[in-house]
């Protein structure tokens, strides 16, 4: 941001959430994805019931729903 707001001052723009109401909007979320995840693998399995999640695999899937309920909270 800084390298935006020193180049490009006018380019930033503060909008309360409301104004995006009734709007479509596209997120990146792989940054999203990748903090879950790593706040997922790090912890024991028995101080939080993220880390035990998978799928029938054995693919942990932990991170997706931290990214669900952070969209939720978004919506």
Request: proline share 1%; glycine share 6%.
């Amino acid at each position: 941001m800084d390298l935006l707001r020193s180049n490009s001052p006018d380019s930033i723009k503060s909008r309360d959430i409301k104004y995006f109401s009734g709007m479509s909007l596209a997120l990146d979320a792989s940054m999203s994805m990748y903090q879950f995840l790593v706040s997922t693998q790090g912890i024991s399995s028995d101080a939080n019931f993220l880390t035990s999640l998978t799928d029938s695999e054995g693919n942990k899937t932990g991170h997706l729903l931290g990214l669900f309920n952070r969209t939720l909270l978004l919506i």
